[in-house]
């Protein structure tokens, strides 16, 4: 069993948990994730390790909950525990010193763009950072993100705080300007990953994307998580998850990942049901 430390929500639905993993901690490189298994029936889901403090042992993740899984490990406290946390897992980031590089998160993939971007910083490189939300309440990791930049931008879909606009519009933005950029790496929705890919390729950026295909071991063995890369096949959990924006087959990887949606949306309406069953137990044990 591993021990949360302690379990904070960062914005609505986006919870962030500090996880009792000494070896994990010691082990882990930039970029890097782990698998983990609530219980005996749980289903195995991959999370990027977004932190990690060797002293004290810990694993930092942060976790979006949108399906069944993430929605009840999102219920979780500090003082609970997680039965597996397997890792670290996947091919850490490749850092050299590039020049000037971008590091983009968007969404919740803020969380998983920032080890790298320290790791970029720690390498030397001139690190910008963007980090993009539907809106400023949503907005994770502002001040880790700045702390480790040479220059940092926040952007907001709907104006509300930042650049207004997509952060595929502030990477354009810092082009037009005669920004020379070296390299950049961008985590977050497909749509997203695929958008920045487009307004690096006309100028030859070298651009790294990380993927999010359905993982089931994490090591290669089950073929769960196979993305096109460059016309062939890949292995996301031993391949990547990191890989080159402009060979990614986009199409393939947003298909594949519809897969399992009938199955996700069952499981989701089956827990959200039995919570609601849980719920009027309580009710009616505290009204007798
Ligand atoms: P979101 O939909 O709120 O988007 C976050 C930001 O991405 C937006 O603010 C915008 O700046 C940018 N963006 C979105 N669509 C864009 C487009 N078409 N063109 C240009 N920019 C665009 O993000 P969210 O709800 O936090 O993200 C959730 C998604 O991210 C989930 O689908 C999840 O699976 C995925 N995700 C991916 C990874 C990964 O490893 N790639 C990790 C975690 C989550
Ligand atoms: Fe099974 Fe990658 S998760 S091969």
Do not use: W
């Not at 946390?85 to 968007?106: A, D, N, Q, R």
């Amino acid at each position: 069993m591993y021990k949360i430390i302690s379990a904070k929500f960062l914005a609505e639905d986006i919870k962030r948990f500090d996880i009792e993993a000494p070896k994990i901690a010691k082990k882990r490189l930039a970029g890097q994730f782990v698998i983990i298994r609530l219980d005996d029936y749980g289903e195995r889901i991959p999370l990027t390790i977004a932190d990690s403090d060797i002293e004290k042992g810990i694993i930092t993740i942060i976790v979006q909950g949108i399906g069944k899984t993430t929605k009840q490990l999102n219920l979780l406290e500090s003082g609970d525990s997680i039965m597996d946390v397997v890792g670290p897992l996947g091919l850490p980031s490749h850092i050299e010193k590039f020049g000037t590089t971008v590091s983009i998160g968007g969404g919740v993939g803020t969380a998983i763009a920032y080890p790298t971007a320290v790791a970029l910083k720690e390498a030397g490189n001139h690190v910008i950072t963007i980090n993009g939300a539907r809106t400023k309440d949503l907005v994770i990791l502002e001040e880790e993100m700045k702390a480790i930049s040479n220059e940092s931008y926040v952007t907001t879909d709907d104006g509300s705080y930042g650049f207004h606009g997509f952060v595929t519009q502030k990477l354009q933005a810092l082009i037009d300007e005669g920004n020379k950029i070296d390299f950049v790496l961008a985590i977050g929705p497909i749509p997203m990953m695929k958008a920045v890919a487009e307004v690096t390729r006309p100028h030859g950026i070298k651009t790294v994307v990380s993927l999010n295909p359905i993982m089931v071991d994490g090591t290669g063995m089950c073929g769960g998580c196979r993305v096109i890369v460059d016309g062939k096949s890949q292995f996301a959990c031993v391949d990547g998850p990191e890989f080159d924006a402009h060979l990614v087959d986009f199409k393939n990887l947003t298909d594949r990942n519809k897969m399992y949606n009938d199955f996700e949306k069952n499981s989701l309406e089956k827990f959200a049901h039995k919570c609601q069953l849980d719920k009027q137990a309580e009710r009616v044990k505290e009204l007798s």
